[in-house]
């Protein structure tokens, strides 16, 4: 998806560096919500949906240099995308069906 792959192997981040970032941007995309619904105490900071939009996107870029980096080639990397996204949706949509 988009130069991923290719952005994270030239990028010299450790595994566990990207995990901490996850977090990191977690923690933003958090107080981008809260802040944007008026969340007691967060809604001062004026947050709006298009901070939340661009928190969401941050947190999902992170999250996708941790599948390439535990992917050893740019083929194994689209290929397990596709795979568990298929996967994890149609668990996803088997839940709300119940
Ligand atoms: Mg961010």
């Known amino acids: 998806m988009f130069n991923i792959f290719e952005l994270t192997r030239k990028d010299p981040k450790t595994l566990q560096e990207?995990?901490?970032?996850?977090?990191?941007e977690a923690g933003e995309l958090a107080q981008a919500v809260?802040?944007?619904?008026?969340?007691p105490g967060s809604g001062y900071k004026?947050?709006?949906?298009?901070?939340?939009?661009?928190?969401?996107?941050?947190?999902?870029?992170?999250?996708?240099?941790?599948?390439a980096q535990a992917s050893s080639s740019r083929a194994e990397f689209d290929a397990e995308l596709?795979?568990?996204?298929?996967?994890k949706c149609a668990k996803w949509q088997e839940k709300l069906a119940e």
């Open 18 to 24: 990207r995990a901490l970032k996850l977090a990191e």
């Open 82 to 87: 596709e795979r568990l996204m298929e996967q």
């Open 34 to 39: 809260l802040s944007a619904t008026g969340a």
């Open 46 to 67: 004026n947050h709006s949906l298009e901070d939340v939009r661009e928190e969401a996107v941050d947190a999902a870029i992170v999250s996708l240099s941790i599948l």
